[in-house]
T-cell receptor, first 112, second 115 residues
Framework: GDSVTQMEGPVTLSEEAFLTINCTYTATGYPSLFWYVQYPGEGLQLLLKATKADDKGSNKGFEATYRKETTSFHLEKGSVQVSDSAVYFCAQQTEGGNKLTFGTGTQLKVEL | DVKVTQSSRYLVKRTGEKVFLECVQDMDHENMFWYRQDPGLGLRLIYFSYDVKMKEKGDIPEGYSVSREKKERFSLILESASTNQTSMYLC??????????????FGPGTRLTVL
């Protein structure tokens, strides 16, 4: 069935470090792919998305590219800040589907 | 701004009690969803609704029911709460998925503890 696998956390980085959080998916067809972020004490909010192969989603310095050949949608940021500390969820919506399938989440902690 | 509100941030109930979790959205969204969030398991869909009085089971519906009598309101019901239902419950809403990439909007969550 459809699934999303993302790297285990927690990930601890120093401020201004480079961030990569890996995400791979299994799905038939061409799903839409999302990264959601959950800040402490809050619900999830959309960070970025991509709806077709080779699309790049970007927001707040974060980027992710839809790679059909590797079924991946890795999240990257060139220079993280303490305020980026949160839990990050990768998710997919299958073609014609009306539900999201989420990964298990990756907790990021950024220290000074 | 889209707003999804949940009736309580924290709730403590006893085993066997009937529990109601309420969710209200103000954006005229057709779809509404209930998830539970547990460490190491991510978000799992309990139920969703695509219209008033319509519902579909998600991945883990056992022990839960839902009600949607008005478009803006979606309730999750635990008929007889059990300790394994202690969790964070998240409500979300969205427009119908008439094109790819429609966003879901989430409420702040209700942390339910069943003693």
């Amino acid at each position: 069935g459809d699934s999303v696998t993302q790297m285990e956390g927690p990930v601890t980085l120093s401020e201004e470090a480079f961030l990569t959080i890996n995400c791979t998916y299994t799905a038939t067809g061409y799903p839409s792919l999302f990264w959601y972020v959950q800040y402490p004490g809050e619900g999830l909010q959309l960070l970025l998305k991509a709806t077709k192969a080779d699309d790049k989603g970007s927001n707040k310095g974060f980027e992710a590219t839809y790679r059909k050949e590797t079924t991946s949608f890795h999240l990257e940021k060139g220079s993280v800040q303490v305020s980026d500390s949160a839990v990050y969820f990768c998710a997919q919506q299958t073609e014609g589907g009306n539900k999201l399938t989420f990964g298990t989440g990756t907790q990021l902690k950024v220290e000074l | 701004d889209v707003k999804v509100t949940q009736s309580s941030r924290y709730l403590v109930k006893r085993t066997g009690e009937k529990v109601f979790l309420e969710c209200v959205q103000d954006m005229d969204h057709e779809n509404m969803f209930w998830y539970r969030q547990d460490p190491g398991l991510g978000l799992r869909l309990i139920y969703f609704s695509y219209d008033v009085k319509m519902k579909e089971k998600g991945d883990i519906p056992e022990g839960y029911s839902v009600s949607r009598e008005k478009k803006e309101r979606f309730s999750l019901i635990l008929e007889s709460a059990s300790t394994n239902q202690t969790s964070m419950y998240l409500c979300a809403s969205s427009f119908i998925w008439d094109y790819k990439g429609r966003e879901q909007f989430f409420g702040p969550g209700t942390r339910l503890t069943v003693l």
